[in-house]
T-cell receptor
């Protein structure tokens, strides 16, 4: 089966600019996650969707970050305006079951590497 | 390719030797644990998981040990191969939560 797809793979922008990332989860996966991974650290959950509803966005900096999953399939994550500290890898993951509990294996995409200058 | 984690703890092993990667988790309420492998330029890849009602689980060439008393998790890789070179993360799932909380990672280098 095809894995989680993400684009673009790399993005370089200047601070205060806007950027958007796209994710296509594994077909049929109800749950989609966006993570931020700063160099040298483990991934940190930003937002979790179940179908097209938000389950948890408690760690999403809502003053500048937004995400949507309108049709319960693809998702976009946007940063506006970007700051230097947003430089990181943005990972998308999906899992098959929609219920609570992380015991459904999360499959990760390759990530988008963002550099903010 | 880009390095994942330039300042991570590093374990260097000889090809063919066994590797042991350790992880201390923080939440005593966590009841599910996962090891992920992340190669340079790629997303994390699931390796093996274990629930808190177990203290050992084996996969193909990998074994995970869980010591709940001291909140310690380890990943053992038998007959380490060059393809095992990567950054390894443990992740914990607090009970009744849907979040995975990742540790900071360990870089494994396999010497030929």
């Amino acid at each position: 089966e095809a894995g989680v797809a993400q684009s673009p793979r790399y993005k370089i922008i200047e601070k205060r600019q806007s950027v958007a990332f796209w994710c296509n989860p594994i077909s049929g996966h109800a749950t989609l996650y966006w993570y931020q991974q700063i160099l040298g650290q483990g991934p940190k959950l930003l937002i979790q969707f179940q179908n097209n509803g938000v389950v948890d966005d408690s760690q999403l900096p809502k003053d500048r970050f937004s995400a949507e999953r309108l049709k319960g399939v693809d998702s976009t994550l946007k940063i506006q305006p970007a700051k230097l500290e947003d430089s990181a890898v943005y990972l998308c993951a999906s899992s098959s079951l929609g219920g609570q509990g992380a015991e459904e294996t999360q499959y990760f995409g390759p990530g988008t590497r963002l550099l903010v200058l | 390719g880009e390095s994942v984690g330039l300042h991570l703890p590093t374990l260097s092993v000889q090809e063919g030797d066994n590797s042991i990667i350790n992880c201390a988790y923080s939440n005593s309420a966590s009841d599910y644990f996962i090891w992920y492998k992340q190669e340079s330029g790629k997303g994390p890849q699931f390796i093996i998981d274990i629930r808190s009602n177990m203290d050992k689980r084996q996969g193909q060439r990998v074994t995970v040990l869980l010591n709940k008393t001291v909140k310690h998790l380890s990943l053992q890789i038998a007959a380490t191969q060059p393809g095992d070179s990567a950054v390894y993360f443990c992740a914990e799932n607090p009970k009744s939560s849907y979040k995975l909380i990742f540790g900071s990672g360990t870089r494994l280098l396999v010497r030929p």
